[in-house]
Nanobody
Framework: QVRLVESGGGLVQAGGSLRLFCAASGSIFSINAMGWYRQAPGKQRELVAVILSAGSASYADSVKGRFTISRDNARNTVYLQMNSLKPEDTAVYYC?????????????WGQGTQVTVSS
């Protein structure tokens, strides 16, 4: 069984920073992409950032220049450094991994971590 566990969310004032952390554990052979998604109340879940095992990353236009995604392949972890936070960044942030495990290839999701940015 594969688990993704996030941490690092919280309450911050606009202009502040937070760093999210996600660790994947279990029977994992390899992880291709790792990413962060977010879902605000009443809105659909959206991609924030994704990073491939080779290190290439892409971002939603709304976070470019403010957020940085990184990963440690040896530890199956992914990070999201969030700077210059805005109230519109408020959402539940979910970690995602496109991985190969004993049951084949599939997407795994974390339980989510709340990020609240006050104005």
């Amino acid at each position: 069984q594969v688990r993704l566990v996030e941490s690092g969310g919280g309450l911050v004032q606009a202009g502040g920073s937070l760093r999210l952390f996600c660790a994947a554990s279990g029977s994992i052979f390899s992880i291709n992409a790792m990413g962060w998604y977010r879902q605000a109340p009443g809105k659909q879940r959206e991609l924030v950032a994704v990073i491939l095992s080779a290190g290439s990353a892409s971002y939603a236009d709304s976070v470019k220049g403010r957020f940085t995604i990184s990963r440690d392949n040896a530890r199956n972890t992914v990070y999201l450094q969030m700077n210059s936070l805005k109230p519109e960044d408020t959402a539940v942030y979910y970690c995602n991994a496109d991985l190969l495990g004993v049951r084949g290839s599939y997407d795994a999701w974390g339980q989510g971590t709340q990020v609240t940015v006050s104005s």
